[in-house]
């Protein structure tokens, strides 16, 4: 297992929904660390681009103007096995499948508002990272550290 970043963003419904605040908590609990935090609207290009793999499915216009109707929260976490760990705790992409203790599971209805993104590969992670922060995400220590791992 390696040290992994991972992007994960608050979509529009769970910033709107004031989950902000219990969704940070969760990945914080879990023990990942912050390196990197934007709230923003996102243009309708950057959405384009950051959805570009499912720029051939029918619901595509509509997963565009779903994220880009109201601002999200960005953020990088960092973390052996980072990436997994957050899908883990994200749950399936269908609320209705995800499981209970998952976030999607405990506050998610449908799949057109399923309330976190979460990147699904180190390789996304990286391409997701380096399009919504240039790749710049923060380098620093905190002490809990020894203790998760
Ligand atoms: P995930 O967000 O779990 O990585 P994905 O990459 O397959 O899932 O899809 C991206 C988003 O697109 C997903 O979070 C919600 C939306 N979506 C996926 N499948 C959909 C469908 N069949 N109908 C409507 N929206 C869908
Ligand atoms: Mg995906």
Known sequence: MAIEQTFVMVKPDGVQRGLMGEIISRFERKGLKLVAARLMQVSRELAEAHYAEHRERPFFSELVQFITSSPVLAM??????????ARSLM???????????????DFGLTIGMNVVHGS???ESAAREIQLWFD???????????????
């Open 120 to 122: 699904d590969s180190p």
């Open 91 to 105: 749950g399936k992409t269908n609320p209705a499948e995800a499981a209970p203790g998952t976030i999607r599971g």
């Open 76 to 85: 990088v976490w960092e973390g052996e096995n980072a990436v997994a760990v």
């Open 135 to 149: 790749g710049e995400t923060l380098r620093y220590d905190k002490s809990v550290e020894v203790w998760i791992r």
